[in-house]
Structure formats: C-alpha cells, structure tokens
C-alpha cells in the first residue's frame, strides 16, 4: 500500500527503502535478513552504507510485525525534523540572519532539488504528505482543503516503520463542514488520523484566530495569558524530541 509515486518521491530525495517481510516463507529472522541485505549493498556500492534509510515493516497485519517493527525501530535509529516555513524565500533570506536554520543546514541533510509543490500552501502541504504531483493530489488550490483519509501520508509510512510521529502547528488540510453522531467531521481528518501520534494545533484553520494566548484553537490545551504562539511551539516540539530521544521519530513543525 505505499505506491510508486510515493516510493519514487523518496527516492528522488535520496533515502534507501528497505521492505521487511516479517514472516519470510524459508523462516529466517526479518532482522538478520535486512542486515544482510544492507552489507550486500554497501559492499556493492560504499556510497549507499551512507544514503539516509527507510526501513518498512510490509503486510502489517501478520501476527508478529510489531515485533519486529520494534526491534527494527532500536537498530535503524533515525530521526527527521520537518520544518515547514511559508515565504522563507531567498530574496527574504538574503536580508534576513537566521543563524540556527543556517546551522540546522549545516549539521543536517540538505535537499537542493527539493520543490514546493504549489505555489500556495494547502496543495503544497499535500504534495508533502503524500509524494503525489501536484496534478494528481487531492488538494488543488488554497480554498477550503480536504486530504481524504484515504490519501498515505508519510507520517503513516513511517509510523508502520517503528518511528514516533507529531505534528505541530498548521495543518490546513482538514476542511469538511458538517457533524454526526460522533462529532464534527472536519476532526476526523486532522493529523491524528493521518498517521501522526501528537497534533498540536493542526485543523482546517489556514492561520491562527490570535497569535496571543488565548489562541482559540481547540487542540493547544491553555498553559498561560500572553503567550506567544511560535514560541509556545516551539517548546511542544523540544517536549516531543526529548520524550522520543531514545527512538526514531518524525516531527513536523509547520
């Protein structure tokens, strides 16, 4: 269930996909089976024992593919930090310092050929989540967005992959006027239901009510009077690194 596009859209980025069977049919151990696999490659070619990697547990619904999910989760420990800015655009970076982002580049992995899918940020942020082309993604301008749940997010990927998953700020994806007996609908469609463990602040909203605590956002529970929105998430993400420093995790700051 990960399709091409997406695989494709991992591998223009430079990450090595492993696909793990948990339960091989000549009965050897999952794990052993991609450690050998890993040192075929590198004695293959040197250059790939350096690439990025994406181990990913397939037919998650076999007895035992936790288990081996986890036990790949202590050996491939990976850790990725997507910061996502609206209009960081290099007329703005030249007159602007931004020492720790300059820094985050230097220490990190650098994506040179890495495109905004859209000019504006909803179709974007879908492309980003799915890998889709903009023309075949499920949100196509800056309106009222929806991103069916039906869509894979990287998020699910790499959940199913063993790693910890939250998001943190602006989702713009959730959009679906309407409530049933459960509730509303747009609620079902916000980043806890796309594959993320945390959501702070993720809805349909395109920007916040106030940048001013009290934020009127549902889903950034009140700590005090006056706080400064970035900042406050910027402390939900330090939370999070620390809570999931001993395994790999995904966060998004968006």
Known sequence: ????????????AGVLIHLVEPMPMDGTDPCENYH???????????????????????????PGADEVRDK???????????????????????????????????EGM???????????????????MTGKHTGRCSVRGNGPALMPDADVTVAEVLKGAGYATGFVGKWHLSHR???????????RLRPEHQGFD??????????????FEPYRISNIRPRRDGD??????????????????????FLCWW
């Open 72 to 106: 790949l989760a202590g050996q491939v420990n990976r850790r990725v930090l997507l910061i996502s800015v609206d209009g960081l655009a290099p007329w703005v970076l030249a007159q602007v310092r931004t020492p720790f982002l300059d820094r985050l580049a230097a």
């Open 177 to 187: 006027p309407g409530r049933d007996a459960q509730g509303p609908l747009e609620m």
């Open 36 to 62: 050998a696999i890993r040192e075929e490659l590198v004695q293959y070619n040197p250059q790939l024992g350096e690439r990025p990697e994406l181990a990913v547990v397939t037919k998650a619904e076999l």
């Open 228 to 249: 400064y929105l970035p900042e406050r998430l910027a402390d939900e993400c330090i939370d999070f690194v620390k809570a999931n420093k001993n395994r790999p995790f």
């Open 110 to 128: 650098r994506l040179t050929r890495h495109y905004s899918g859209s000019t504006v940020c909803a179709p974007s942020r879908c492309v980003l």
């Open 1 to 12: 269930g990960l399709g091409h596009e997406f695989l494709r859209h991992v591998e223009r």
């Open 198 to 211: 945390l959501n702070i602040g993720g809805c349909h909203f395109g920007g916040p009510p106030s940048y």
